[in-house]
């Protein structure tokens, strides 16, 4: 069964510096997005990306922050200088689009941790 | 007020017994709601979707939507300890996003 899948698992940086996390949606999906659970929390909307462009962005998702679709399979997320406050858990997820329902699969994550 | 409610505290039920989720939620206009499961210290997964009042089943889950009253509920029959994680509610937002409540976490004692 396809799923989504994410890169790396964990991450750890010192604050200030940038950092950039993978994800491969599943494919034939057509709209992407970034999500964030900080520990103990619940699961925020980041941002979501459709026809490599943003279509909606939360108040988290500041200037720091960037998403791009560099090619026809990977979707990552930039965060440029990290903040203490930016330690979570980042999920990306994916839907299929058009026609469809409106699911959305997540991938496993990747534990973000700044020092 | 919140968009997606979950205010149950930690739910306990007997191996065998029937679980019962609540969740309300604030946009009259939105059409889709879903319950995610999520393992301690892992991703979301996809359990059930809903668009339509009433109830809808698959396998020993039963999602039971009520628009009017901007009620999301989930019941888990025949609990097994593997059901024990925390079930989170969630409503599809202005075409783009999820919104995702609290989540109640379920333990199922054997």
């Known amino acids: 069964e396809p799923e989504v899948t994410q890169t790396p698992s964990h991450q750890v940086t010192q604050m200030g510096q940038e950092v950039i996390l993978r994800c491969v949606p599943i494919?034939?999906?057509?709209?992407f997005y970034w999500y964030r659970q900080i520990l103990g929390q619940k699961v925020e909307f980041l941002v979501s990306f459709y026809n490599n462009e943003i279509s909606e962005k939360s108040e988290i998702f500041d200037d720091q922050f960037s998403v791009e679709r560099p090619d026809g399979s990977n979707f990552t997320l930039k965060i440029r200088s990290t903040k203490l406050e930016d330690s979570a858990m980042y999920f990306c997820a994916s839907r299929w689009g058009t026609g469809g329902g409106y699911e959305q699969y997540f991938g496993p994550g990747t534990r973000l941790t700044v020092t | 007020q919140k968009e997606v409610e979950q205010n149950s505290g930690p739910l306990s039920v007997p191996e065998g017994a029937i679980a019962s989720l609540n969740c309300t939620y604030s946009d009259r206009v939105s059409q889709s709601f879903f319950w995610y499961r999520q393992y301690s210290g892992k991703s979301p997964e996809l359990i059930m979707s809903?668009?339509?009042?009433g109830d809808k089943e698959d396998g020993r889950f039963t999602a039971q939507l009520n628009k009017a009253s901007q009620y999301v509920s989930l019941l888990i029959r025949d609990s097994q300890p593997s059901d024990s994680a925390t079930y989170l509610c969630?409503?599809?937002?202005?075409?783009?996003?999820?919104?995702f409540g609290k989540g109640n976490q379920v333990v199922v004692i054997p």
């Open positions: 809903i668009y339509s009042n």
């Open positions: 494919s034939n999906h057509l709209y």
């Open positions: 969630a409503v599809f937002y202005g075409n783009n996003r999820l919104a």
